[in-house]
């Protein structure tokens, strides 16, 4: 059985920076480009920033210049370094490792972003 943990989200004020971390039993995160999305509430869930398998990474527009997605195949984990967060950054964040189809998600971490 495949299991994807995501753990590292929480509260942070304004500016602040928070490291997410995802990790999986059952598959072997390193052959599987990993996603990191986000949903707000009443929004749609929506891509921050992948990686591939071979190490390119692709960021939108929101996570740009803010955001770092790595992997480290030594320890089969992924991670989501968020810097100057804004309260529009509020959501779940959610990792999805993906081979074909819709892949293998997570069940999120919660960030707040709040003064």
């Known amino acids: 059985q495949v299991q994807v943990v995501e753990s590292g989200g929480g509260l942070v004020q304004p500016g602040g920076s928070l490291r997410l971390s995802c990790a999986a039993s059952?598959?072997?995160?390193?052959?599987?480009?990993i996603g990191w999305w986000r949903q707000a509430p009443k929004k749609q869930r929506e891509l921050v920033a992948y990686i591939t398998d071979d190490g390119d990474t692709h960021y939108e527009n929101s996570a740009k210049g803010r955001f770092t997605i790595a992997r480290v195949n030594a320890n089969d984990t992924a991670y989501l370094q968020m810097h100057s967060l804004k309260p529009e950054d509020t959501a779940v964040y959610y990792c999805?490792?993906?081979?074909?189809?819709?892949?293998?998600w997570g069940q999120g971490t919660p960030v707040t972003v709040s003064s």
């Open positions: 059952g598959i072997v995160l390193r052959f599987y480009n």
């Open positions: 999805n490792a993906k081979m074909t189809g819709d892949g293998y």
